[in-house]
């Protein structure tokens, strides 16, 4: 028996799927798209120290190490998409990503210094509403 855990077969996941309620399926996809992120910012560290270090192997098998698992992540996306359409509703994927039949939505998506300076200005907003209106 191998030491290496192995991700669970397509059709095991997919056959979980079915006993799954749809908000917990959108759940579970914005849980892969968050790992499928991490594993995408660190590819691009790996790939900047690579460079760096003269095309280090441990980090070129790293990165495609992480490339397989981001595509089986996303295969796994797709069986949930599936899953949602199967049971006969519309699958939302610009609530999930920002992208409506691939192209980016008008929201889009924060990078977080930009989260930052919105929350600040909303907080701000919420501080002068305050100073106004009824009080119990």
């Given amino acids: ?9 397509p059709a ?3 056959a979980a799927l ?4 749809v908000e917990n399926l959108y759940a579970k996809v914005s849980e892969i798209r968050n790992s499928i992120a991490h ?3 660190s590819n691009k560290e790996l790939e900047d120290y690579s460079n760096s270090a003269g095309g280090d192997a441990d980090c070129v098998a790293a990165v495609r190490e ?12 797709e069986l949930i998409k599936n899953e949602v359409e199967r049971r006969g509703q519309k699958w939302h994927e610009a ?13 889009g998506t924060l990078t977080d210094e ?3 300076r919105e929350m600040e200005a909303r907080m701000a907003e919420e ?10």
Avoid: K, T, Y
């Fill in 127 to 136: 501080d002068d509403d305050a100073e106004e209106g009824v009080h119990l």
């Fill in 95 to 107: 609530e999930m990503n920002g992208e409506v039949d691939g192209e980016a939505a008008a929201g």
């Fill in 39 to 41: 594993l995408e910012r």
């Fill in 66 to 77: 992480n490339e397989e698992v981001i595509g089986r992540m996303n295969g796994r996306i």
């Fill in 18 to 21: 079915e006993d799954l309620p």
């Fill in 114 to 116: 930009e989260l930052r």
């Fill in 1 to 9: 028996m191998s030491s290496e855990a192995r991700p669970i077969p």
């Fill in 12 to 14: 095991q996941f997919a």
